[in-house]
Every structure is written in structure tokens, then in C-alpha cells.
């Protein structure tokens, strides 16, 4: 068996690996599902506003991310600036927090997966499934960073290659390119006879604010660059490089994806609404696939595809930005040592092997039911994700603010975030609305159901405890301004 060695993580990602990672993070099923159920509710119009909105927020978060880890390359990023320019606490609460968050997404990407290949092979065990994804995770990310991040790279690559071929046969339909009338833009200024509701905002402000809400689920994963740093051959170039990117792509993909689904397919179309719960068939996606000639036919096949690629690229960055966060907490005390152990290829391979059993729990799915796990597996990680923004915003906010403090100037910064202090401002109170009104449909049922409570509100109070327990026991102090650790240690460059 390998010895493990002790302290330095690789730095084998490469910026062309990295810019993909930012990207790739950010395509998931949010876009090839959720897109559909967001235009149904909110119109064409409402539906890009929202997602448009929830991507400045994302920008603006990323661009606080992307001067902090300009600076500080660092293993643990978010939850090592937390801990420098903050407070411990809040640390070890963000980084606990982010391990649970992104090891049960791993569940759940297994228990997705598993319900994916049913599409081609319905009577399959699903447990076997998920045990195959597993094995085929677990080695990419046991072999070396290198793998990993190749890996993703392909993964990421099949997205948005398929995002872009949509984009262009959206537009070709439109224009009547491909046979048959043009498109046009009759969906827009279309009015619905049984609701009594017109194209493009058919739902009002208040779906608009509940498709805004969700938006922000489908963009999670972007800050894993953050984590990445760490391991990143030529962080302050890549870095900045990735960063700067994910914007524009996001606003190409999603709102463009949401203008040519809204464009294409009208916004009380049945079929919608049935993209989420109703399989592969109803992706909105599929829906504009089918109406190609040739390709038509086999477009759920090609869906369903890239759809269990989008998972399994879900699930393989997962297993590598939860177990690079354990390590880090592992190096500063935070979690068990043995977890800061590193392989002579710079694999940290205990905070693997934890991650990926987390992540095993998926193998309950045959018994317990697949589609009840998931949802709860999927409810659960999905808030913890936006405490996570949260608070990145607020570690920039002191970040700058030590920085001032400590007599230093702006020019000496390596990359610096645009729109400060209005965006890390404004990303912090649409990352509340979103921790404390994105699950209000829970009071609003009409059967209270406490299994859905649970399930969707736990993370708050769950962080709170991780926060003010370590607090109690630590007997921690907010850092002040001018001790703030502004720079890297020699063991960490």
C-alpha cells in the first residue's frame, strides 16, 4: 500500500482544464430540466429576466471569489478565508457545511444516474447502476488530480457542445431554416384563453421572483474553480482567465437557452410543465430536438445521453471538491488529521474513500425508492449551496476591508473584482432571499407536510449550530482588520 505523504497538493490543473471546470459546473440538469417548468411559469420574458438575474448575482460572486483565490491559491479557499479574515467559527461551519453539502449531492447524482439508464434499460436494478458510477468515480478521482480534471474536461466538453449545436438549431428554426414556416416570434405575444394570461410575463412578479428562486440552483458548482485553485498549475493566470468567462457563458447558455425554448415552444405547452417530473421526453430540450427532421426521432436517445453525462460530470466534481475541502480542514484542524494524508501523487486518498461512502448511501435506492431518496438528497444539498455564496460575499466584504486596513494598495492586488462593493452587496441579499424564500411553497400547500420542512429548511439552523457550537467550545473572536492573514504561508505556495 502507498504511504501517504504529508502536506502538498499537486498543482497538475491546467487553465485549459480549469476554464471548462467553471463552465461545466454551472450545465447540469437545471438547464436540460428546469428551463422547461421556469418558462411555463414565468413566460419567455419572465423566465430569462430571473435567470439573467440570478446570473449578475453568480457574476458577482464569482468575481469576489476570483480575487480572493488570485491571491490566495490556497487548499480550503472559501473556508481558509473564513477562517483568516472572518472568524474560525465561521470556517469550520462553511466548511463542514460544504463537505455535507457536495457528498450528498454525490448521493444523489448516483441515485440520478441509476434513474437515467432506465430510460434504455427500465426493469435494471438501480443499486447496480449507482454502484458502477461509484467504482468509475471513485477511480478518476483516486488515480490523480490529472485524471480528474481530464475527465471533466470531456464531460464539460459534451455539454456545451450540445448547448451550442441547441442554440443553432433553435435559431434555424426560427428562421424557417430547416423546412416548414418560420417560428418567428408569435410565442411571445401569445395569450393563453384558459388562464386569461399573455406572453412574455404570463405569470406577474411574483412567478418571476419563484423562477428566480430556483435559477439559482442551477448554477451551483461554479465556485468549485475557488477550490480548484489550489491545484491549479498557473493560478494567477487561470484563475482570473476562468473567472472572467463564466459570466458570458452563462448568459450565452441559460438566456439563450431560455430565449430559444421560449421562442420555439409556447409558454402553455403542456408538456412544459412536465419536463421536471416526466422524464427525458419532456425535457425542453428534447421537445426542440423533435422537431428536426432526421433527428426528431432519436432526439430523446441524444438527450438522455447528455443527460447522464451532466450527472456523471455532477457527480465526478462533487467527489473532488468535497474531498478537497475535508483535507483542507483536515490540514487545519478542523476535521481528523488522517484526512490531510496525501498519496505520492498528491491524492488525498482517506478524504476520497469518506466522501465517496457518503455517497454510497445511494446504494439504498433499490429498496428504499429511488425517486424519495433523491428528492431528499437533492433538497438537502441544495440550500446549503447558497449559504455557501453567502458566504464567500461576506469573506470578500472583510477581505477588502482588512486589505484597507493594513495599509496596502489596490494596485497590489492580482485580479480584482469588478463593481465592488455594490456586488458582493448585492450577492449577499439575493443569496438571503433565496436561503429564507426559495422553499416558502412549504407553508403554502395546501397538506403541511413536515418531511418537506425538514428536508428544505434543515441547513439553516444546521449551520447555525455548526457556527455557534464550535463558538462555545473554541471560545473564538471575529479577526480584526489589521491581524487578518493576507498572505500565503511558505507551506502553502
Given at each position: 500500500m502507498t504511504q501517504p505523504e504529508h502536506h502538498h497538493l499537486h498543482r497538475e490543473i491546467n487553465a485549459r482544464q480549469l476554464g471548462m471546470l467553471a463552465i461545466g459546473g454551472a450545465i447540469g440538469t437545471g438547464l436540460f430540466f428546469a428551463s422547461g417548468s421556469a418558462i411555463s411559469q414565468a413566460g419567455p420574458g419572465g423566465?430569462?429576466?430571473?435567470?439573467?438575474?440570478?446570473?449578475?448575482?453568480?457574476?458577482?460572486?464569482?468575481?469576489?471569489?476570483?480575487?480572493?483565490?488570485?491571491?490566495?491559491?490556497?487548499?480550503?479557499?472559501?473556508?481558509?478565508?473564513?477562517?483568516?479574515?472572518?472568524?474560525?467559527?465561521?470556517?469550520?461551519?462553511?466548511?463542514?457545511?460544504?463537505?455535507?453539502?457536495?457528498?450528498i449531492t454525490l448521493a444523489a447524482e448516483f441515485v440520478a444516474g441509476a434513474l437515467i439508464v432506465k430510460f434504455w434499460f427500465p426493469d435494471s436494478n438501480a443499486t447496480l447502476w449507482a454502484m458502477g458510477f461509484f467504482v468509475a468515480l471513485m477511480a478518476l478521482n483516486l488515480l490523480s488530480v490529472r485524471a480528474f480534471a481530464e475527465a471533466e474536461y470531456w464531460f464539460a466538453s459534451i455539454k456545451v457542445t450540445v448547448v451550442l449545436v441547441f442554440l443553432v438549431i433553435g435559431v434555424a428554426l426560427i428562421l424557417g431554416l430547416l423546412g416548414g414556416d418560420a417560428v418567428g416570434l408569435k410565442h411571445w405575444t401569445l395569450a393563453d384563453p384558459v388562464s386569461h394570461t399573455q406572453a412574455p410575463f404570463p405569470g406577474g412578479i411574483t412567478a418571476i421572483l419563484m423562477v428566480f428562486l430556483v435559477a439559482g440552483f442551477s448554477f451551483q458548482g461554479t465556485e468549485g474553480v475557488g477550490l480548484a485553485a489550489a491545484e491549479a498549475a498557473d493560478p494567477q493566470r487561470s484563475v482570473p482567465q476562468a473567472i472572467r468567462s463564466v459570466f458570458w457563458r452563462i448568459l450565452i447558455f441559460y438566456v439563450g437557452a431560455m430565449f430559444i425554448v421560449g421562442t420555439v415552444i409556447a409558454f402553455n405547452d403542456p408538456n412544459l410543465l412536465k419536463g421536471e417530473a416526466g422524464g427525458v421526453a419532456y425535457s425542453p430540450f428534447t421537445l426542440v430536438f423533435q422537431r428536426i427532421p432526421v433527428v426528431g426521432p432519436y432526439a430523446a436517445h441524444l438527450m438522455n445521453f447528455v443527460i447522464l453525462t451532466a450527472v456523471l460530470s455532477a457527480g465526478n466534481a462533487s467527489l473532488y471538491v468535497s474531498s478537497r475541502m475535508l483535507q483542507a480542514m483536515a490540514d487545519r484542524g478542523a476535521a481528523p488529521t488522517f484526512f490531510g494524508n496525501l498519496n505520492r501523487r498528491g491524492v488525498p486518498v482517506a478524504a476520497v474513500w469518506a466522501t465517496g461512502l457518503m455517497g454510497a448511501l445511494a446504494f439504498l435506492a433499490s429498496t428504499v425508492g429511488e425517486q424519495k431518496i433523491y428528492q431528499?438528497?437533492?433538497?438537502?444539498?441544495?440550500?446549503?449551496?447558497?449559504?455557501?455564496?453567502?458566504?464567500?460575499?461576506?469573506?470578500?466584504?472583510?477581505?477588502?476591508?482588512?486589505?484597507?486596513?493594513?495599509?496596502?494598495?489596490?494596485?497590489?492586488?492580482?485580479?480584482?473584482?469588478?463593481?465592488?462593493?455594490?456586488?458582493?452587496?448585492?450577492?449577499?441579499?439575493?443569496?438571503?432571499?433565496?436561503?429564507?424564500?426559495?422553499?416558502?411553497?412549504?407553508?403554502?400547500?395546501?397538506?403541511?407536510?413536515?418531511?418537506?420542512?425538514?428536508?428544505?429548511?434543515?441547513?439553516i439552523p444546521g449551520v447555525l449550530l455548526l457556527y455557534f457550537g464550535h463558538k462555545l467550545v473554541r471560545g473564538t473572536r471575529l479577526v480584526r482588520p489589521q491581524d487578518a492573514r493576507l498572505d500565503p504561508e511558505p507551506e502553502e505556495t
Open positions: 423566465a430569462m429576466l430571473a435567470y439573467l438575474v440570478m446570473g449578475m448575482a453568480v457574476y458577482c460572486m464569482m468575481q469576489s471569489l476570483g480575487e480572493m483565490a488570485t491571491q490566495l491559491p490556497v487548499a480550503g479557499s472559501f473556508e481558509a478565508y473564513a477562517e483568516r479574515f472572518v472568524d474560525k467559527s465561521l470556517g469550520f461551519a462553511l466548511g463542514w457545511n460544504y463537505w455535507f453539502s457536495w457528498s431528499m438528497l437533492y433538497n438537502a444539498s441544495g440550500l446549503t449551496g447558497f449559504i455557501i455564496w453567502l458566504g464567500i460575499a461576506i469573506c470578500h466584504l472583510r477581505f477588502r476591508r482588512a486589505w484597507v486596513a493594513q495599509g496596502r494598495s489596490l494596485d497590489q492586488l492580482k485580479f480584482r473584482a469588478r463593481f465592488f462593493p455594490v456586488g458582493p452587496w448585492l450577492a449577499l441579499a439575493l443569496f438571503v432571499v433565496v436561503v429564507f424564500g426559495a422553499n416558502v411553497w412549504v407553508f403554502q400547500a395546501e397538506q403541511f407536510s413536515w418531511f418537506d420542512f425538514i428536508t428544505n429548511y434543515a441547513p
